[in-house]
């Protein structure tokens, strides 16, 4: 069992960035593969970035490569997603998932944070 939580969301304006992280308790950190997810109003939950456990690989999707990041600090039992170049179509509640691989697909992912809105403005 792990539990996850994330922080750091909040408003930007196009162009700007922003850093959003998931800590972790509970099993061992390292034990699982990490992902970020986004929902926008009215779309399904879709896939962002991943991280294998030790960090050796890292996926994005195509929207934001080029501008978004994901790391971890499995010292810290956290994972971070750097975003840079916001624009309004990334506003969405982002989500953090482990997971027993690196997958984009939600069904590899066996926990779930409660999410964080990241707001975008033009």
């Known amino acids: 069992q792990v539990h996850l939580t994330e922080s750091g969301g909040g408003l930007g304006q196009t162009g700007s960035s922003l850093r959003i992280s998931c800590t972790a308790s509970?099993?061992?950190?390292?034990?699982?593969?990490m992902g970020w997810f986004r929902q926008a109003p009215g779309k399904e939950r879709e896939f962002v970035a991943g991280?294998?456990?030790?960090?050796?690989?890292?996926s994005r999707a195509d929207s934001v490569k080029g501008r978004f990041t994901i790391s971890r600090d499995n010292a810290k039992n956290l994972v971070a997603l750097q975003m840079n170049s916001l624009n309004p179509e990334d506003t969405a509640v982002y989500y953090c998932?482990?997971?027993?691989?690196?997958?984009?697909?939600?069904?590899?992912?066996?926990?779930w944070g409660q999410g964080t809105q990241v707001t975008v403005s033009s």
């Open positions: 998932a482990a997971g027993r691989l690196l997958s984009a697909s939600r069904t590899d992912y066996d926990y």
């Open positions: 509970g099993h061992s950190f390292n034990s699982f593969a």
């Open positions: 991280i294998t456990r030790f960090g050796g690989s890292t």
